[in-house]
């Protein structure tokens, strides 16, 4: 039996002045593991997230936003004008009670205000300040505004070296080099809190979506330069490996299979494709010889040829029985169904009212014995101002007044 333990982050205080995706995941996956996180939105639309839900065919209301969620559940939301003098006022106020401050606000408009990292660091010489751009903080382009789709997939060479040279050029899904970037910037983040543990002094993180779809695409990039002289995009019946692929199978089913070593069970081929020549033909001595030899896109042909004689789900078994590594391909639909998904907590069941009952992708990260904070829907800009302000001693009538002058929501 495991013992419930406290969550490792809880006693941690984040102010989150992010918007969009990568830099709120990061505030999300603090929050789900017990720091408590407030995310300043400013006045009156906050979050640009919050008006894209119907863009993507998702509801966008108070207490039913399944996209707002998914990046700020567990945070506390409070709205500050940081243009107004009293905004600004209860912006610093957070900061000294606060172990981190994570924005993607650009450079340029954090000096203007007065709150990047060389104006805060002397004030608040313990906060770690974690900050996330589109294209770093160095260069032409530090000013540049950033999302995935500009920032993360279009410089690290993975649209276009991905495709087949006939296809059309990938559309991922909305956020995947947001969620994965956010991931790496908490961990800049944690690296940071960890080094202030031993040092006593905050420091400065940050991470760009450049230079993580770089990171993500580090063996193709390596692969493609000269000395190595790999050719991208890769045409569909020149694979490294043709026994390890993506196949189509008899009913329209695609299974991935990752085979066994093929130079070390040719025999295991030779019997599985009917293919005696495996053995006997000297061009299929290994796989660089298939190469060399001009074999490989006749012999890849002949493969996918052959697994499109069973369906998937047979193809499943006898990988099971060889114990090869394989998946049966899923389309997004069947996705919140996979039973080993929810056996290992992916999801989180949400109930959004009036019978809506939604499967939420849980942040990746398990700790026997830490039950991470569950989704709560969350409601307007300013759900929770009056809260925290209290929190930190302002006086319902001085919240109020803050209010009449439009210093918050």
Known sequence: MTTQMKLPLDGLTVIDLTTAVAAPTAGRLLAVYGADVIKIETPPMGDLLRNMSKGHQLPSEEHNSPL???????????SLNLKSEKGMEAFH???????????NVRMRSLRKMKIDPDSLSEKYPRLIYGHFSGFGLEGADAERPGFDVTAFWPPSGGLLGWKTPESFVMRPSFGFGDIASGGYFLSGVLMALYARERTGKGSLVSTSLLASGIWCNSTSVINAQP??????PVPRYQPWDPFSDFFECKGSGWISIAGKNYDQNKEYYAKLYDMPELLADPRYEDLITIRESGELESLTKRI?????????EEWAKICEENDVPY???KNFDEVYLDEQAWANSAFENVDYGDGVVTAMPMPPIVMPGAEPVGYKPLGSVGEHTNEVLSG????????ESMRAEKAIL
């Open 68 to 78: 707002f969620d998914v990046y700020n559940s567990g945070k506390r939301i409070i």
């Open 93 to 103: 106020r957070l900061l000294e009670k606060a172990d981190i401050f994570i924005s």
């Open 227 to 232: 000395q190595y002289g790999k050719e991208y």
């Open 304 to 312: 996918v040829g052959k697994m499109q004689e069973k369906t998937a």
């Open 327 to 329: 998946s049966i391909l």
């Open 392 to 399: 930190i001693g302002y006086s319902p009538e001085e919240i």
